[in-house]
């Protein structure tokens, strides 16, 4: 869907979740927006949660969620690119 930032890695090779240190629920969001999708929804749904729609042409298509586990956030991405 887009190149995964430096520092990123990813949780499993087959899973479309990702870890980063400390709270960043939006770090995923540019390299989302570079890959040509646009952002529909912004929702801060509760401490250490995050939503957000994602698509092209204003159609939603992928679910971006964040969630804050300890020290780091987890990032999952689901939908079809």
Known sequence: MAPLPSGFQPKCPQSNS????????????????????????????????????????????IQYLANQEGDTTLVTLSGRP
């Open 18 to 61: 990702y870890r980063a240190d400390g709270w960043q629920p939006r770090a995923l969001l540019p390299a989302m927006k570079a890959g040509g999708y646009l952002q529909i929804t912004d929702e801060p749904i509760g401490p250490g949660n995050y939503s957000a729609f994602l698509g092209r042409a204003g159609v939603p298509e």
